[in-house]
Structure formats: structure tokens, C-alpha cells
């Protein structure tokens, strides 16, 4: 266990004692099975899912093929009905919010002087530079113990699988894949012009697409034609390493955003479009318009929502009919065309389902003013929520306990009210919010302690 993990399990622990174990005995009988047994039951329904808006942008690259606006309905029409198909909701509407062109993107949203982006450029790979590695290996390590060892060999020829026993075998190769890639993606031109070239290369930073995402406040879709390079040196994604360091789409945070929870999707068609084999996720057949976008809808698209609405992280060995599945044996549109032949949902995405089904009963409850339902359903989603999560798990957790913490305020149940708030920030101490509601709940309760003394 790294040392992330250990501060977290305290953490969890410690807001589990407060709020866990003071499930009332009224609850219902569901709830008091296992949840090894619960994991074997029926995903619960999604009937009060949230209806989700989406504010859709296309930031259009000149370098690259066009976005159309009936691309952007057939591409939306299709992930529509991706999504309903493995995840069992149809709550995702979408409205089009016109075209920018990637200078005005970036010349809006990528504050350098932002926190953010000082964040984000100390993890940036320098194209054509000498990179020391070293400095990340801890982050390196840490990302990739998400993963079991046997997942991440995969990743690697079958010839040389054998070498790679251990994490650290594993970041050593990670280290070598990502130079390698990069320099020979430093030639490559695409129309007669270098893929990096000056002028561009800002726009085709993966770390600054994530700066721009989480410093917009406009938008929950974010379609482009260009070209991304995978450039997060402090978490060598496998399936980008190990596919072509090129992003096709992403699931960020971003707090100015509520439709998609905080987070914002990113998707694009470079990969569909492009003629430089590395990067084709066409195979080698060309596809007809229909087909590019029915894949982008589909395989990126729907994708990224599992990702920001079900908090699904990528895996890369479930079954065929896994929307989640990131192999890099497969193409996107190999991988649309696997998902057409294993229709319905995965089975093993199941568990991060049913946590998330009773987060969404929770907020239902709430909404209404059920309280103890609320709590239950909280209480349930805390526990079952799978330790490897799309965001920052501790953040997600902290909202669940913040929620039970006002729902037992609301029951006059103000030591829990209380121990939920201690709970949320500590699991998150830079969102105020839990901050100022612990100081308003002590605050309330400092005279009574007073009279008894
Ligand atoms: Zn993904
Ligand atoms: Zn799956």
C-alpha cells in the first residue's frame, strides 16, 4: 500500500466510525445485507437520475478536418444511444453551443499566471528536451498501482511480458515508451506541417487542453478536430503511452460546472480523421462521415459520460461489451464495432453502478426532503464505492459525507451532523464549503456545552 493509499484508508476510516456505524435500525432490508451480496443483485434502476443539459462546443483546429453541425447530431444522436444501451439511463440531453476556434479557446481559458496552470506545466514532458523522470517517480508509481501488475504487462509485446514482475520493472518501461514515442511523434507532419510545429504546439499540450477545461466555465462537452499530445509526465496513462501518446477524449474537473457534477468532457475526431498511421483509429479502411461520427459518438462520447456521470474508471480487461474498455489491441472503430456485436451493459462495471445508483437515490431523497432515506442510501454509496474511481475519490467521498452531515442536521441529530463535516474535511480540506458548515454546526452547539458545565 503507498503512502496515498494509507493516509486515505485512515482517512475513509475515520468517516466511515462517525457516520457508518450509526446506521439507524430502521433501515431497510436491502441495505442490511453484505455488500458482497448486494454486488450480486441487479443494478438498481436509474429512474431518478438527474435530467443532465449539456452545453456542447466545437473548437475547430484549420490544420485539421472540419466538425459540421449535422457531424455534431449524428455524433450526439449516437452517443445518446450508446449510453442508454450500457448504462440503463437516457437522462443526458445536449444544446449546441456554437463553434471557437482553438486560438480563441486557448486564448481565453489558458490563464498562465492561474494556480492551475503552474499545476499542471510542473508535470509537463518537454518535447525535444532531456526529462528527468526521477522527479516523478513517486507520482509515476502511485498512478500506476491503481492497476494490478498482470493488467499493465499487457500493455507490453507478449515477448517481453516476462520482464515486467514488478511496478517498478513496469515504470522503467513506462519511462522508455514515453521517450521513444515522443521523439519520433516530434517528425511526423500532417499536410506538410510539422504535428508540433510553434505556432500550434500550445494547442496540442494534453496538459493545457486540461488547464483550459477546468478554467472554462461554459461548457460540459468539448468537441475538437486536433490533434492532443499526451504530455502528463507524473501519470503515464497506459493506454495513451502505450497506443500512440495521443489523447481522444477526457473526463476533468471543473467546479464551475454542476450539469456533469464538476466535471467536463473533452472528445476528439483526430484519430478518425487523420492519415498518419500511427494515430489511425480507422484500421485500414477508410470510414464513410456516418461511420466517423457514429464511432466518436459512441466509443468517445459515451465513453467519457460513463466516465463523469457513473465515475467508471478505464479498465482494460472486462469483457467485449465493457464501454469502458481502453485495450490498446483494439481501434476505436474495431472497438465501436465490439460494442455493436455485445450489446447491453458490462457486468463487471457492475459494482461501480450500483455505488452510484444509490448516490443518485441519495440525491433524490434529499431533494426531497427524506432524510433518513438520504442518509441510508449515502451510507450505502460510501461503502460500495470501488476504491479505483474516474476524479479524485477523497472528493467524492467528502460531498457524500457533507450531504449526510446536512441531512442529520435536518434530523436534529447534531453530533452526527457534526462528525460528518469533521469527516468531509478532512477527506477535503480545500473546498470552504465544509469548512464554514463545520464552524456553523460547532458554533451552535458551544453554548449547550457551556450550560452543562
Ligand atoms: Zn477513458
Ligand atoms: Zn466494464
Redesign the pocket.
Known amino acids: 500500500m503507498t503512502r496515498t493509499q494509507w493516509l486515505f484508508f485512515i482517512l475513509l476510516s475515520s468517516a466511515l466510525v462517525g457516520i457508518g456505524l450509526a446506521m439507524p435500525e430502521t433501515q431497510p432490508a436491502a441495505m442490511a445485507k453484505a455488500p458482497d451480496a448486494l454486488e450480486d443483485a441487479e443494478t438498481g434502476s436509474f429512474e431518478h437520475i438527474p435530467t443532465m443539459t449539456l452545453s456542447v462546443v466545437r473548437v475547430i483546429d484549420d490544420d485539421f478536418a472540419p466538425i459540421s453541425d449535422d457531424d455534431v447530431t449524428r455524433m450526439l444522436a449516437t452517443a445518446q444511444w450508446m449510453y442508454k444501451d450500457k448504462f440503463g439511463a437516457d437522462n443526458v440531453r445536449y444544446a449546441d453551443a456554437g463553434v471557437l476556434t482553438i486560438e480563441q479557446f486557448f486564448g481565453t481559458y489558458l490563464n498562465k499566471s492561474s494556480e492551475v496552470y503552474a499545476n499542471k506545466n510542473a508535470k509537463r514532458y518537454l518535447v525535444g528536451q532531456d526529462n528527468n523522470f526521477t522527479l516523478h517517480k513517486d507520482s509515476i508509481l502511485a498512478f500506476i498501482k491503481q492497476w494490478k501488475v498482470e493488467e499493465l504487462t499487457g500493455f507490453f509485446p507478449e515477448s517481453e511480458r516476462a520482464h515486467y514482475a514488478t511496478y517498478d520493472d513496469i515504470y522503467a518501461g513506462i519511462v522508455k515508451q514515453m521517450t521513444e514515442k515522443i521523439a519520433a511523434i516530434g517528425i511526423l507532419t500532417s499536410g506538410g506541417k510539422a504535428l508540433l510545429r510553434p505556432e500550434k504546439a500550445a494547442f496540442r499540450s494534453f496538459l493545457n487542453w486540461l488547464v483550459a477545461l477546468e478554467l472554462q466555465d461554459r461548457y460540459d462537452v468539448v468537441l475538437t478536430n486536433t490533434f492532443i499530445l499526451y504530455d502528463d509526465i507524473s501519470q503515464p496513462s497506459p493506454?495513451s503511452i502505450f497506443g500512440s501518446c495521443k489523447v481522444g477524449?477526457?473526463?476533468h474537473q471543473n467546479t464551475a460546472r454542476t450539469a456533469l457534477g464538476g466535471r467536463v468532457i473533452m472528445g476528439s475526431t483526430f484519430g478518425m480523421d487523420t492519415d498518419i498511421p500511427l494515430f489511425m483509429e480507422t484500421g485500414d479502411k477508410p470510414v464513410a462521415r456516418d461511420t466517423r461520427n457514429d464511432v466518436i459518438g459512441a466509443f468517445v462520447i459515451a465513453?467519457?459520460l460513463?466516465?463523469a456521470i457513473f465515475k467508471l474508471?478505464?479498465h482494460y480487461d472486462h469483457p467485449p461489451e465493457c464501454l469502458?474498455n481502453?485495450s490498446k489491441e483494439l481501434n476505436y472503430r474495431e472497438g465501436y464495432e465490439l460494442l455493436l456485436a455485445h450489446p447491453g451493459p458490462c457486468p463487471r462495471c457492475h459494482p461501480w453502478m450500483e455505488a452510484r445508483h444509490h448516490f443518485f437515490e441519495a440525491e433524490f431523497a434529499f431533494s426531497q426532503g427524506q432524510w433518513q432515506p438520504a442518509i441510508d442510501h449515502y451510507n450505502v454509496a460510501l461503502k460500495q464505492t470501488p476504491s479505483n474511481v474516474d476524479g479524485y475519490r477523497p472528493r467524492y467521498m467528502a460531498q457524500i459525507v457533507y450531504k449526510m452531515s446536512q441531512a442529520y442536521e435536518h434530523l436534529g441529530q447534531n453530533d452526527l451532523a457534526i462528525k460528518g463535516a469533521q469527516a468531509a474535511v478532512k477527506l477535503y480540506r480545500w473546498d470552504n464549503t465544509y469548512t464554514d458548515w463545520l464552524k456553523t454546526l460547532e458554533a451552535r452547539t458551544a453554548p449547550a456545552e457551556q450550560k452543562q458545565n
Do not use: K, Q, Y
Open positions: 493506454h477524449g477526457v473526463s465513453h467519457e460513463g466516465h474508471p478505464d469502458m481502453n
